[in-house]
């Protein structure tokens, strides 16, 4: 992960304006898209794929949506405390970052899930994905 990954949104150059983030799972990742001008991030299409072909849907969004940086929710436990799925969604942000070269930034997703379940959300991962890019698009100074 480069520097900016570890560096809070408040320090995001004003040259990154449009983001697409993604809520990694094992199975499935939610997409979201969304920029700065309107701090607002709209749910895709969730990507059902594992593997290489996770990564030519992520290119396939990537050249739709030609965002200047990436977020990818983070998961932790209630208390903080990483787990399994923390290293897998920081080395998926890391696998985003060398095969596409932009900025890729952490964003915490704890309750993502759970908030986009209780929002009646037909599609969770994305409406997850949509959740964390919202969170750092507010953060945004």
């Known amino acids: 992960m480069s520097a900016a990954a570890a560096l809070s949104p408040a320090v995001v150059p004003a040259t990154l304006q449009t983001f697409i983030a993604f809520d990694f799972g094992t199975k499935h990742t939610g997409v979201a898209v969304g920029n700065r001008l309107l701090r607002s991030a709209q749910p895709q299409a969730t990507i059902h794929a594992e593997g290489d072909a996770r990564f030519v849907q992520v290119a396939q ?19 903080g405390a990483a787990h399994d799925n923390t290293a897998r969604a920081r080395k998926f942000g890391r696998q985003l970052q ?9 964003v915490d997703e704890r309750y993502s899930t759970t908030e ?18 919202n969170q750092f698009l507010q953060d945004l100074p």
């Open 98 to 106: 060398g095969r596409f070269g932009l900025p890729v930034f952490e």
């Open 116 to 133: 986009a379940l209780a929002g009646g959300a037909r599609d969770p991962d994305a409406a997850a994905a949509a959740i964390i890019l």
């Open 61 to 79: 969004r990537l050249k739709e949506w030609q965002p200047d940086a990436i977020v990818v929710g983070v998961p932790y436990h209630p208390d």
